[in-house]
DNA sequence: TTGTATGCGTTATCAC
DNA sequence: GTGATAACGCATACAA
């Protein structure tokens, strides 16, 4: 058993309070003799001292620590997410408890539950995002929330995502500018919220340039690369397969890419790729990719900006913030005139 | 502020121990009054009571939450680690609790304290790898402990890891017998367990086969993309460049790829290439690249046993597991026989 | 400058 | 069957 406060009032000879005024050292709060402090400083070092922390969260009813809930950790975009944003906390003495939901809603309301039990001081919770009810009941709980990525419109909490609409948009008229009229789209899960803007940036994209989106030309199922692949081998058996595809995540692209393969074919000569998310690999692929690339670190900037101000401010305004993309040209699409 | 154990008791004008015994249901062991039960158990439901985990915590000093320190969590080796971990924790109705140590031994000594402090029921360790005596120490606290992936030596403590000597061995062996003598080597942080390993399985190989290891196709500094992207380049300005390259992680042999394109040299028909680690996008890359692939699965479902083990039995042998690697032929290496 | 007493919310031991 | 009561380890208001 670790050291406790008493132990080292018994050693010294001091009460348990005047050892725990020298170990937490309030700045000129309470003047304690300096040859006392000296004398529990070395008690305290010599018995490997370390404070309990539940016992002092308990007393003190705050933690300094911040939850945080993702769909899912193995994806890069989350565990930089969950990397960066711990931390920008740190600098902030805030620890993190990052709980993966695992795409499932149950889990991810359990994860919060016990996050909430646990006392956090703040909660950041990109939802899986299928279902919101729950959320809804985080937030009359009072506890300083914050949505990301798969955020919900009608939540009345802070909010910070990437403007998944306009970065679709712009993927999609890079395409018509480059001649393309019969695009393409795979895209995943239907239902959240990146997905739907996603489908109706390449929709409104189209619209805005007169093309009418064909039905065969939409694919979707999931995020994942099994996915892609399916649906882009689906898409080339068409008899007039489009000659430009946007794919709505980098997982979707690397399927496509192995269909592609095993059809032969050339990108970009027989057909253009366009993806969002900019995933490492995408400029080392054989043409390197042209893509959508999601500003990670400004996002995870803003979500602990967004949550420590509401912390300060309980009752400030809400705000819901949205950044946008940036499209990366390499040598995935053709120009066709 | 949320209720307590208190606002029930009072709400139904029992005392705060029947609330809790009816709250926690212990099977058969104290007998309540069905009448009382479900007033209580209507009490609760209406106060929206969640039990305070710390409270709980504390007075148990139990706290069913396992901590996991890792040196990078964007590095999808540990994300996923830390993904299946958790998952079959959560099997055993345990939490986690990640760290990122941001390959800083610093801040994974912090996080190390951290947790003890948070009282942790067990602690899973992948050392940052460059130094090891905070982790001497953690072992003394008596903590059910485990070190993985980049473990030392000397440790008294149950470790799980790959094989990463084999792996390399089998990968450079693969090499040698489709034809190649001069085979290059960029590997990553020297002084790591993991690099060193690696480095002595590709020298081993080379040795067996009566090869000398020249010291101008060995090159090290770092597991990252653009290391492997500077090295590579520095390789192919030699007189006589390698024919073959083997790479200690797949992050290396992404900035080698681009090196490659840079020269518009092609793989594997000016140079051939073989990787530990097999990344999702081995596989879709122009050619798919050969890799030797570490059973992350296994990896982790071994860790929750070891560790389990050692929480059920603090007494049993220590035990140091190591994973056999695969390996995986695609199209990246050449046969010059 | 230091000590005493109290409570944070829970569970467990004992008595009734 | 149920209720007082005492910890768990810490931090603080108040006394001395």
Chains 1, 2 share one sequence.
């Not at 709060?29 to 370390?50: D, F, M, N, S, W």
């Not at 705050?62 to 994806?75: L, N």
């Not at 390449?202 to 979707?220: F, H, P, S, V, W």
């Amino acid at each position: 058993m670790s050291a406790r406060l008493i132990d080292i009032a018994r050693k010294t000879g001091y009460s348990v309070s005047t050892v725990s005024r020298v170990l937490n050292q309030k700045p000129g709060k309470y003047p304690v003799h300096e040859k006392t402090q000296k004398q529990i400083l070395a008690a305290a070092e010599e018995l490997g001292y370390r404070p309990n922390i539940i016992a002092r969260n308990l007393r003190l009813r705050k933690t300094r620590e911040i939850g945080m809930v993702v769909p899912d950790i193995s994806k890069r975009f989350f565990s930089f997410l969950v990397k960066i944003i711990a931390k920008h906390l740190r600098e902030f003495d805030y620890k993190m408890i990052v709980y993966d939901a695992d795409e499932d809603t149950g889990i991810e309301k359990d994860a919060i539950t016990n996050l909430l039990a646990k006392k956090v001081d703040g909660l950041i919770v990109c939802p899986v995002g299928v279902e919101s009810r729950h959320l809804e009941q985080t937030i009359q709980s009072g506890i300083p929330f914050l949505t990301m990525d798969r955020c919900f419109e009608h939540l009345k909490a802070d909010s910070i995502s990437v403007d998944n609409y306009n970065g679709a948009r712009i993927a999609v008229e890079y395409l018509i500018a480059e001649g393309h009229h019969k695009i393409g789209v795979i895209h995943g899960l239907q239902g959240t919220w990146p997905n739907e803007m996603r489908l109706k940036g390449y929709q409104d994209a189209l619209k805005q340039a007169g093309i009418k989106a064909e039905k065969r030309y939409n694919q979707c199922d999931s995020f994942g690369t099994f996915n892609g692949y399916l649906e882009m081998h689906q898409m080339l058996r068409l008899d007039d397969p489009p000659t430009a595809v946007f794919f709505a995540g980098g997982y979707i692209l690397l399927g496509a890419l192995k269909a592609i393969r095993e059809k032969n074919l050339n990108v970009p000569r027989d057909i253009s790729f366009i993806t969002f998310d900019d995933p490492t690999y995408a400029m080392q692929l054989t043409p390197p990719i042209s893509a959508v690339a999601q500003p990670i670190e400004e996002v995870a900037a803003m979500a602990v900006k967004l949550l420590l101000r509401r912390m300060a401010e309980p009752d400030a305004d809400i705000e819901n913030v949205l950044l946008q993309p940036q499209l990366i040209v390499r040598d995935s699409v053709a120009k066709l005139i």
